[in-house]
């Protein structure tokens, strides 16, 4: 059973006009708390540091700052775990919720990409540095740029060694066409 470390909730009211600087400081069983972050098979490969420096803005507050770690991820291509470094750089605005368009039809604009939406009451670093990661987390993560992956044939790991399949000379998904070469020669 692992404790649970006690979050990091900031009050509006409480980040001076000059802003405020945070130091986090979590180790891998951090990540492993939260049952939602399961589901991608993502683990913290070593302890995670961030500086975050929230500046109010009137009801909005800046968020600016970095985060570094890695990650174990699985690769896209051989299915192999491996390190993926976070050197992540972070510059939005958290505006509250009931400053979002109410429209059902709205154009986002390039400055909407870097607005997330909040209670208005405080800030839950926490999840701040949760979302970043969850965005910086590569769609097809690979172990290396030249990693040959799985031959698709036997499943044997090419990055480790040669496979001896005797691969067929044509593509079997061709097969189904053949009889259409043989009624256009006629």
């Known amino acids: 059973f692992l404790e649970r470390e006690a979050l990091m909730i900031i009050k509006i009211e409480d980040i001076p006009q000059e802003g405020l600087n945070i130091d986090f400081h979590k180790q891998e069983k951090w990540w492993k708390l939260e049952k939602e972050k399961d589901f991608l098979g993502v683990d913290l490969a070593t302890p995670l540091t961030a500086n975050i420096k929230l500046t109010p803005m009137q009801e909005k507050v800046h968020v600016t700052g970095e985060i570094h770690g890695k990650l174990k991820l699985f690769c896209a291509r051989c299915l192999e775990q491996f390190d993926y470094p976070l050197e992540i750089k972070i510059n939005f605005m958290l505006v509250p919720k009931w400053q979002a368009p109410r429209s059902e039809i709205f154009r986002l604009k390039k400055d909407d990409m870097e607005i997330e939406f909040f209670d208005g009451v ?10 970043q990661i969850f965005l910086n987390i590569p769609i097809k993560p690979l172990c ?7 031959c698709p044939y036997c499943g044997i790991n090419l990055n480790k060694g040669k496979c001896q399949c005797k691969r067929p000379k044509y593509s079997p998904f061709y097969e189904a066409l053949k009889h259409l070469k043989k009624k256009h020669n006629s």
Do not use: K, N
């Open 122 to 131: 405080e800030v839950d670093i926490d999840q701040v540095v949760s979302e």
């Open 144 to 150: 290396r740029p030249d990693c040959a992956g799985l």
